[in-house]
């Protein structure tokens, strides 16, 4: 079976300061990582995907994920954040199924 | 292209009752996933439909069953409604054949149980 553990259940920080968003896993299997943000009374938006080759994963809106296999982590970063990145993040693993962390909330303080 | 969509938006029901919600998967794609998501948790996975079939299930009671069209869209039933069940429901598809393959999401249903 798999397990996802997002170490922290809120992160506030200041728009244009960095972001990190910790992402542990925890499989007998190989996975395939994901993570995912929900904004508002939405569904989720995929952000970035790791499923083979390097191990720096770029996806939408400036963000970036390093798969870490001898840690079993999956953090999530930004160098610069915005307002509008104010929204609810998911860490993911998939092997059969998808296995999604607790989340995390990133509120964004100008 | 459109993209996934779920109705109705919002449900209110009282406990006791049967609630269906419906699914319309992604242009292209034949696999639909649903998801519980209770306040302030992540999704649960309840089952997934392939082929008109549930191919994998979560840990949820058979009060939870589905069903899959041939024109790939889905329904999420729930028996004998709890005030537990109240969450927002999330249908997900995907193209099957590839384990790798991205899950795209709706924008939900709101289930409340009174």
């Known amino acids: 079976a798999q397990s996802v553990t997002q170490l922290d259940s809120q992160v506030p920080v200041f728009e244009e300061a960095p972001v990190e968003l910790r992402c542990n896993y925890s499989?007998?299997?190989?996975?395939?990582l994901f993570w995912y943000v929900q904004y508002p009374n939405q569904g989720l938006q995929l952000l970035l995907k790791y499923l083979s080759g390097s191990t720096l994963v770029k996806g939408i809106n400036g963000f970036e994920a390093e798969f870490n296999k001898s840690q079993t982590s999956f953090h999530l970063r930004k160098p610069s954040v915005h307002i509008s990145d104010t929204a609810e993040y998911f860490c993911a693993v998939k092997a059969q199924k998808l296995v999604f962390g607790q989340g995390t909330r990133l509120t964004i303080n100008p | 292209d459109a993209g996934v969509t779920q109705s109705p938006t919002h449900l209110i029901k009282t406990r006791g009752q049967q609630v269906t919600l419906r699914c319309s998967p992604k242009?292209?794609?034949?696999?639909v996933s649903w998801y519980q998501q209770a306040l302030g948790q992540g999704p649960q996975f309840i089952f997934q439909y392939y082929e008109e079939e549930e191919r994998q299930r979560g840990n949820f009671p058979d009060r939870f069953s589905g069903h899959q069209f041939p024109n790939y869209s889905s329904e999420l039933n729930v028996n004998a409604l709890l005030l537990g069940d109240s969450a927002l429901y999330l249908c997900a598809s995907s193209l099957e054949g590839l384990a790798s393959d991205t899950q795209y999401f709706g924008p939900g249903t709101r289930l409340t149980v009174l």
């Open positions: 242009s292209g794609h034949d696999t």
């Open positions: 499989s007998s299997v190989s996975v395939y």
